[in-house]
Nanobody, 114 residues
């Protein structure tokens, strides 16, 4: 199983960024895919999840600002983030579970300046 994130960077408050996660090594279309984030000094937290058919759930802080989507033909899961705030600064990770084991990407840094 391999998860590779891309798309992080530096953005001003109010700006937008799109993250992408390329997945391989498992049957992507069958799996729930998740985006997590971890800010300095804080625990890793769930940002959004998307089921195999595209049903999405979001953390309260992400509702209305972030959109998770997936392309089962390309084995990609994306996270579009709008109206970014400095408190969204974190390393963002792609995650899934295969055979009961959780897998993580290497993470991509998102920094929002005020």
């Amino acid at each position: 199983v391999q998860l590779v994130e891309s798309g992080g960077g530096l953005v001003h408050s109010g700006g937008s960024l799109g993250l992408s996660c390329a997945a391989s090594g498992f049957t992507f279309s069958n799996n729930i895919m998740n985006w997590y984030r971890q800010a300095p000094g804080k625990e890793r937290e769930l940002v959004a999840s998307i089921g195999s058919a595209g049903t999405a759930v979001y953390a309260e802080y992400a509702k209305g600002r972030f959109t998770i989507s997936r392309d089962n033909a390309k084995n990609l899961v994306d996270l579009q983030m709008n109206s970014l705030k400095p408190e969204d600064t974190a390393v963002y990770y792609c995650n899934t579970r295969v055979n009961g084991y959780g897998y993580w990407g290497q993470g991509t840094q998102v920094t929002v300046s005020s």
